[in-house]
């Protein structure tokens, strides 16, 4: 007969195998749950259970997203990189474009007026009104007064 002993506890009173007993190896605890490979399936055989199956998609899943966008998010960076330095580049060619043509408008204007200037010819500059103005309509007040017939 195996022994009984009482567990300080407070679980029911377990059986204790003694070295020479036969069925050591099968010690039952009557006040325990089931185990966990029990309730919820061997985790060392996921092909077994749907759950395991669907969390192994999802985490594969998961991954696939994450990689995807970090190789999105990296090819993103490396385009704006590229955008930016074609843009200055195609800032410093304007920049260099407009200076060679304010310097080559500035060096034709200097002797244009060089050349006006030696010879007298050119265009006589005049302030003045346009000569399609009537200038005595230019100094009468006629708002508020027009002549409505009466």
């Not at 089931?34 to 996921?46: A, L, V």
């Not at 991954?63 to 960076?77: G, P």
């Not at 408008?105 to 007026?113: E, K, M, V």
């Amino acid at each position: 007969m195996i022994p009984v002993r009482d567990d300080p506890y407070g679980r029911q009173p377990l059986r204790v195998a003694n070295p020479e007993d036969e069925q050591g190896d099968e010690m039952v605890y009557y006040d325990e749950g089931p185990s966990c490979d029990e309730e919820f399936g061997d985790p060392q055989e996921p092909q077994d259970d749907d759950r395991y199956v669907l969390e192994a998609l999802i985490n594969q899943q998961s991954k696939a997203t994450f990689t995807l966008i970090n190789k999105m998010r990296t090819e993103f960076l490396e385009n704006m990189k590229l955008m930016r330095t074609e843009s200055s580049e195609s800032m410093k060619q304007t920049r260099t474009e407009l200076l060679e043509a304010l310097k080559q408008i500035r060096t034709d204007g200097q002797t244009n007026l060089h050349t006006q200037g030696a010879t007298g010819g050119g265009a006589p500059f005049q302030m003045g009104l346009d000569s399609t103005v009537d200038p005595s309509n230019l100094m009468s007040n006629t708002r508020g007064t027009e002549n409505n017939g009466s």
